[in-house]
């Protein structure tokens, strides 16, 4: 039989950053993420697997200009990978010098992705603290200007591109920083919201996490209830109570049979939050996202928007498109969402994060831990998409979502892999691929 290899390769090189942005997981309380840099002895013994990569993504939660050996570790994946397999990162771009940007395009990289989140003419005191470098623009252009003059000449070409991550306080600026990447020489530019790590980050996020399916279905249902003389913001505060008035007694029954003919059509209800919704808006990014689809037409940029809201079809790139993940300590793990042990906010609470690991390269080969039975069993069990749909549940995410109750072993539905709960399944975070 023969051996299969992943077919994308993200290598977390280092866990270190030169900075502290407020949006990062680094950041969060109940982050157990130690800093370290990858040796390049266990970068060495990824070597059997470059030849069958599509692509590979030298990212993890550090910065990858800091690792010494980052040009080093370039040079050894382009010797044994295919011609068209792409090398790529993502970094805030501030560590780069002239030098380091020549040995980078000369040893073969591809794709450079730089964090731009603001532009230097906003005026707003309160971004610094949250964004990628604060406020100035001036030294990622600075990076663009030194990747463009290394590159120049060369037979490979380099593709430049931006992330923008989609926050309340910076979503007007998506436009702007399109045109403004794209007059600088970016071909690429990828949005992802902002996944939370508390309370505040949490209010800046503008991912609905109803489906389109659930809220129009709650709407024409609270319409009928109004119609009826019912409140469905009472809801909460009645449906415990032992002696309930006549009216109380049908507002219960009237949410009940909602939920019942919910289920009955398929559709997850989180009642709670969108009776808590019923006097917010629910953000309408369309006119934005036409805005910035207009500005990357104009400019000719491949623009990556992010789902304004969860699908009801669920899709995990990561696991779909054959993708492995190694920490800066060589372990292997399955994806983003689960490669360390981290604490984020999620549906209104903290949730705490396990790693799922599948060995170490101190023991094995990737090839042979991608290979072996429990790896194997965890890709068929996530491409089975039986896992709930857990920030659409009726009742909430349970403890055994939050982590509150310890390592995640098994979900409501019986399945065993801890994807219910994953925000890049939900559409909602993207990076670079």
């Known amino acids: 039989m023969p051996t299969s290899f992943p077919a994308r390769l993200y290598v ?22 130690p800093e370290g840099d990858m040796p390049l002895a266990v970068f060495d013994r990824l070597a059997s697997c470059l030849p069958h990569l599509d692509a590979l993504v030298l990212n993890g939660v550090g910065e990858p200009l800091l690792h010494p050996d980052l040009p080093a570790m370039v040079r050894l994946a382009r010797r044994h990978m295919r011609p068209d397999a792409d090398i790529g990162f993502q970094t805030n771009g501030l560590p780069l010098t002239p030098d380091m940007a020549r040995a980078l395009t000369d040893g073969g990289v591809d794709r450079v992705c730089l964090s731009v989140d603001a532009l230097a003419t906003t005026a ?35 593709r430049l591109g931006v992330e923008f991550v989609l926050m309340r306080d910076n979503a007007e600026e998506l436009p702007g920083v399109v045109r ?5 020489g970016a071909e690429f530019c990828i ?7 508390d309370a505040a980050a949490a209010a800046q996020s503008l991912f609905v996490p109803d489906t389109d399916e659930a809220r129009a279905f709650f709407d024409r249902r609270a319409a009928d209830a109004a119609r009826l003389g019912l409140d469905l913001r009472r809801y909460f505060d009645v449906v415990w109570k032992f002696a309930k008035s006549p009216e109380e007694k049908a507002l219960v029954d009237f949410v009940l049979h909602m939920r019942q003919d919910a289920a009955e059509q398929g559709i997850s209800l989180h009642v709670k939050r969108l009776v808590n919704g019923m006097d917010a808006p629910v953000p309408d990014l369309g006119p934005l996202f036409e805005a910035a689809r207009a500005a990357a037409a104009e400019t000719g940029m491949d623009l990556r928007l992010p789902r304004t809201g969860p699908s009801v079809e669920r899709r995990c790139d990561f696991v779909e498109d054959g993708a492995a993940f190694v920490t800066a300590d060589g372990s292997a ?13 999620l549906d209104g609470e903290p949730k705490q994060v396990f790693p799922r690991t599948f060995g170490s390269l101190a023991d094995a080969t990737l090839e042979e831990l991608w290979n072996g039975a429990e790896w194997r069993e965890f890709r068929d069990e996530v491409r089975a998409y039986r896992y709930p749909d857990c920030t659409n549940c009726p009742t909430g995410p349970c403890d055994d979502i939050t982590g509150a109750m310890g390592e995640f072993d098994i979900d409501c539905h019986g399945v065993a892999v801890p994807c219910g709960h994953c925000p890049w399944c939900l559409g909602g975070v ?3 691929r």
């Open 180 to 184: 403004w990447a794209a007059a600088r």
């Open 430 to 432: 993207q990076c670079l």
């Open 124 to 158: 707003r005191e309160e971004l610094p603290g949250c964004l990628h470098g604060g406020m100035d623009a001036g030294s990622v252009a600075r990076a663009m200007d030194m990747l463009r003059a290394a590159a120049r000449g060369r037979a490979r070409p380099l």
């Open 333 to 345: 793990h399955p994806c983003y969402f689960l490669w360390h042990r981290y604490a984020c906010f």
């Open 191 to 197: 949005v992802t919201h902002v996944l939370p790590y």
């Open 12 to 33: 977390e090189v280092t866990t270190r950053c030169n900075l502290r942005c407020r949006m990062c997981v680094k950041q969060a309380e109940g982050c157990r993420i």
